[in-house]
């Protein structure tokens, strides 16, 4: 395994829910981050537990490494980063579009994924895709393109947030954000309340200072095109899972691998996060099935309205080392967020969904 493959990944549960409600455009639970802990607890989505994770399937997974997944707002593009034969090096991104977002639907299935081509993927490793709330740009890590450091953030922009394959050359994000060391699994939030904009990513082999050989820190800018500012290490979001090394306890969770999915949480984005917690006490408490294994499990991707979680595991009965899951949970209660999703049943031409 490269070591910028073993980035850990972090998923805010509030990006895909930051343009949830229909009244305040700075909604991420709360209608403020100054909103007093009670009053934004009932804003706040509630959800059931996750189900048993299901792999994804021979289409979606191959005898290669599948990791790394990205789902796109409307739920009809699954992007993966893939080491299979006939890309352009070593880890590749591609992506699968499918029709409609019913799972029990066999017209809505998953279609072969295809190469996102050379402007977005190198010679080298190009993974960890991560949309911005728009559709239409697109941030990942990549070791083929050079930069500043041993792997760099990159950002695609595309006009056609309905076209996967519209994506102009990505851009390095500079050595402010990047280092010497490698930067990986960027995600991108933008809190309206605040028009602050953070990109919080991943930084292996980091400097004496820190106690850990992977850190989540955080970069932010004012305003749309604003330039991100040196990143540091941030403690704060309503809902992360992050896939972790770290070991466990009965407190906390019993480690189930070598890498596993945690859970952190906070009431509002004033707040400080809580410890994070093993996935599977969290859903063990809930009532629900364990969703991390004895293997690897990392790299969590959260569909818009919070009810899907894919990941990737590298537990026995898959198709090659690592393939792609997926688990989901009910919505029980929160602010409606099905139409800002957008989505549409059937693809228009080469994109989908709507505006």
Known sequence: MKPVERSITLLLAFVALVQACTSDKGVVGPRASTRLTADAAEEQPQYGSWSA????????????????????????????SS???????????????????DADDAACAWQTPANLGSNINSAGNDLAPTFTPDGHQLYFHSTGRGGCGLADIFLGRRHD???????????????????????????????????????????????????????????????????????????????????SGRPGDDVVGRSAGSEDLWVSTRATTSDVWSPPVNLNLVNQQLGGPPINSAAFDGAPALYFD????????????GFGKRDLYVTTRARLGGPDVAEDAGVETHHNGQGHGKE
Request: charged content about 20%.
């Open 53 to 80: 994770p299901v792999n994804l399937g021979p289409v979606i997974n191959t005898a290669a490494n599948e990791q790394h997944p990205a789902i796109s707002k409307d739920g009809l593009s699954l992007y993966i």
């Open 83 to 101: 080491d299979r034969p006939g890309g352009f090096g070593g880890t590749d991104i591609w992506v699968s579009q499918r029709a409609c977002t």
């Open 161 to 243: 947030k309905r076209d996967d394959f519209g994506w102009e050359a990505a851009e390095n994000l500079g050595c402010v954000v990047n280092s010497s060391y490698a930067d990986a699994g960027p995600t991108y939030f933008e809190d309206e309340a605040t028009g602050v904009t953070t990109l919080y990513f991943t930084v292996q082999n980091n400097p004496p200072t820190s106690d850990q050989g992977f850190d989540i820190y955080a970069s932010t800018r004012i305003g749309d095109e604003g330039a991100f500012g040196p990143p540091v290490i941030r403690r704060d979001g309503l809902e992360i899972f992050l896939s």
């Open 306 to 317: 919070g009810t899907t979680l894919y990941f990737f595991s590298e537990r026995p009965g």
